[in-house]
């Protein structure tokens, strides 16, 4: 251990002292405008948001520490010469990369050489280790998403609030959405001013600067109601200040992040930190009324199930998607209770919803207090979602929704997904998930997803159609113990640019927060009108006006449970094989218009595991039907795979006529034997990474695509 490291107390006491300095305020208005805002030309694109995850940029969590700090003593806005300025600049940045490796424990502590030999032993379940995780960790949130979902977590308590308040909660909400759009404004004609200003006066701290009357006029909103709202976001002098001694201690200023300077003037530094405020902030009023707060704890909870309800109906369907679902015994005694339950073909996700927030004592690393939050915001809920779970497979149980209709859905399930949401922000969740909890899992009912609603709401965006959002659940919960992230975005980015695939022979993967550019991206452009991309480059793009890509589309237009496999095999393929399965494809289809015979292909994608064959004809469905069925049986037989799907392809619209899907144990066949030792070249396929090569066709050769033009004039181009 370095001797001469200082404590971390000792340098968070030197910062504060830094964060009272006269005019410190303008190097704090400069950590924000550099690290909170995107400059971009004509459109928007990933790299403009890719630079606010340089390592220049400070985080979060970080500016709002100086900010907590610097309200601590009397606020001086005395703008200072930009040698004093740059000091603070340099003297912050230094003091807080020190406090980072203060926090970063020492590795000879960590890996235990006693318990080294312990298979069960896990370092990053260490409070100390996770620590720094839950404080530097990326955003599980959009600010746009605290401020749209604010909407309806707080519809219900909308009369509370203007009676108490003098506010409802969509003037509230129109009220910080002026502020914002007003300091984007500054800060658009605050950029070409210091063409015509001296530097010595260069500050942003005006940008951050604000009155009522200003918010009012930008959002039309009586000036009364502006201040109502404004006030209610400053905090009541001097409150909590002095107990935040610490890095990991509740600051005010993130419950109350507006700072009053004088009778007209506010300030307010990062945007952000007041969408979320609205958000959670509140809850805490609500509690201080006893005679409201048990009403305020079912609205709470009503909008986490609800809104997790309509984000899924989304996706799956009003007739797909039920809220609270009660399980019922012979004698009708309630066994279980599912908050939101998704049946689809012969699939189904069981989510349970919780309101939890990580404590203080768990912020600051306490072994515990992180695994008893844990187990109150997600363990809880996927125990139950795991019992209902097992209940569903149980013909011996009835469902019944909240008006006491008994359910009529499919119960022979063949992937079931136990879904744990909570409420709001909770740092680092897919770590601690990854670590903490504790999980059973069977060839039915897979590993669970914890996510938070902001995750959600993403999620049901991005993958609009059941097949695209079933494949990425699968996906994800397959690699549970495969992936290192601080949180969900970042990895449902990958996916969407990579096809979220990890080979065997590597057991982990680490994935940075800057990887979730592209899709913070398309989440901008959606919800914030911004001039971009909607969708980000990948998946759900590449192979859109394909063969391929078309026929994903009908796919996803029929709910049937072999379809579905079907479609959830095909989006498993590596982009080598779909490029192999376009032009195969493409290709047998112009044979077939040439001939009008029956033209095919074989796919084989792991040996002994499942394989794809595809016809290509005009014939009725009466004989291509069993034709395809013995041909897909005798090649899966030949592969000794358990599944193996087979489609029959129109040669001139190139759509999907019929698919089938063969499942079963392989089992030795005399008949199919006697088959494949009659059969030339009965194992020719199209292998992962490997093309089929026929005999080779001469330049001057006439086109075997029966066009009678020469091969060098044809299909060769």
């Known amino acids: 251990m370095d001797k001469n490291k200082r404590t971390e107390s000792a340098i968070f006491s030197e910062l504060s002292t830094l964060c009272s300095c006269p005019g410190y305020l303008h190097a704090i208005a400069f950590f924000c405008f550099r690290g909170n805002t995107i400059s971009y030309d004509d459109v928007i694109t990933t790299e403009d948001v890719l630079e606010q995850f340089g390592m220049d940029r400070l985080v979060r969590t970080e500016i709002s520490t100086l900010i907590g700090l610097a309200c601590k003593g009397d606020l001086n806005t005395e703008i200072q010469s930009p040698e004093i300025i740059q000091a603070y600049i340099d003297k912050t940045e230094a003091l807080l990369e020190e406090i980072h490796q203060s926090m970063i424990p020492d590795m000879r502590e960590i890996f235990e050489c006693e318990q080294m030999s312990n298979p069960d032993f896990n370092p990053f ?71 015509i200003t001296n530097p010595n006066n260069w500050t942003a701290l005006n940008v951050y600067k604000f009155t009522a009357e200003e918010v009012s006029e930008e959002s039309s909103i009586d000036l009364c109601v502006v201040t109502s709202v404004i006030e209610s976001f400053v905090s009541p002098t001097p409150i909590g200040m002095n107990d935040f001694s610490s890095l990991d201690d509740f600051n005010p200023k993130n419950a109350y992040p507006i700072i009053k300077l004088n009778d007209s003037d506010y300030l307010l530094f990062q945007n952000y930190s007041l969408a979320e405020a609205l958000y959670e902030t509140p809850f805490f009023w609500f509690n201080e009324d006893k005679a409201y707060r048990s009403t305020a704890m079912k609205n709470r909870g009503d909008f986490t199930e609800s809104f997790s309800a309509q984000r899924l109906i989304r996706v799956f369907g009003d007739k797909n998607v039920f809220l609270n679902i009660v399980i019922l015994d012979s004698k009708r005694n309630t066994v279980g209770e599912i908050d939101v339950l998704v049946v689809y073909a012969n699939r189904a996700i069981i989510l349970q919803a919780k309101s939890k927030k990580l404590t203080i004592a768990s912020r600051k690393g306490n072994d515990l207090s992180l695994k008893a939050d844990f187990k109150k915001a997600a363990q809880e809920a996927y125990d139950q979602a795991y019992s209902c779970a097992n209940l569903i497979l149980n013909p011996n149980y009835k469902l019944f929704d909240d008006k006491g209709n008994e359910l009529n859905i499919e119960r022979n399930l063949s992937e079931i997904y136990p879904f744990c949401v909570v409420s709001d922000h909770y740092p680092a969740l897919a770590l601690q998930a990854r670590n903490f909890l504790n999980f059973s899992k069977t060839n039915v009912i897979k590993p669970p997803f914890v996510m938070d609603v902001f995750f959600l709401d993403v999620a049901t965006e991005i993958l609009e159609t059941p097949l695209y959002f079933l494949s990425y659940i699968n996906r994800r919960t397959d690699y549970n113990d495969k992936i290192l992230s601080t949180h969900e975005l970042t990895i449902l980015s990958y996916h969407l640019k990579q096809n979220l695939w990890i080979d065997d022979k590597y057991t982990m993967i680490q994935l940075g927060d800057d990887i979730g550019a592209d899709l913070d991206l398309a989440m901008l452009v959606r919800r914030c009108g911004v001039p971009g991309e909607k969708t980000p480059e990948g998946i759900l793009t590449k192979f859109k006006d394909t063969t391929f890509g078309r026929l994903i589309k009908q796919i996803e237009e029929q709910e049937e449970a072999g379809v579905i496999d079907l479609g959830l095999m095909l989006l498993h393929l590596s982009e080598d094989t779909v490029n192999q399965l376009n032009n195969r494809i493409d290709h047998i289809a112009k044979l077939a218009l040439s001939d009008h015979k029956n033209h095919d292909l074989t796919i084989g994608l792991k040996i002994g595991s499942v394989g794809l064959t595809v016809h290509c004809n005009s014939d009725p469905i009466s004989i291509a039907e069993p034709n395809l069925k013995r041909h897909a049986g005798i090649r ?53 990474g490997t093309v089929v090569k026929g005999r080779k066709i001469g330049r001057n050769e006439k086109c075997p695509c029966g066009s009678g033009v020469k091969y060098k004039n044809c299909c060769l181009k």
């Open 636 to 688: 899966k037989y030949s592969q000794k795979a358990k599944e193996w799907f087979a489609i029959c392809i129109d040669p001139e619209t190139k759509r999907l006529k019929f698919s089938q899907k063969l499942s079963c144990e392989w089992e030795q066949s005399d008949e199919f034997d006697k088959i494949l030792a009659n059969t030339p070249n009965p194992q020719r396929k199209i292998n992962i």
């Open 125 to 195: 379940k260490k409070g100390a280790v996770l620590r720094e995780a839950i404080f530097y960790g990326g955003e599980s949130a959009h600010h746009f998403q605290y401020r749209d979902l604010s909407s309806l977590k707080y519809i219900k308590d909308s009369e509370w609030l203007t009676y108490n308040k003098g506010f409802s909660s969509e003037e509230a909400i129109s009220t910080i959405k002026a502020i914002q759009e007003l300091q984007n404004r500054k800060i658009n004609e605050f950029i070409p001013s210091l063409n």
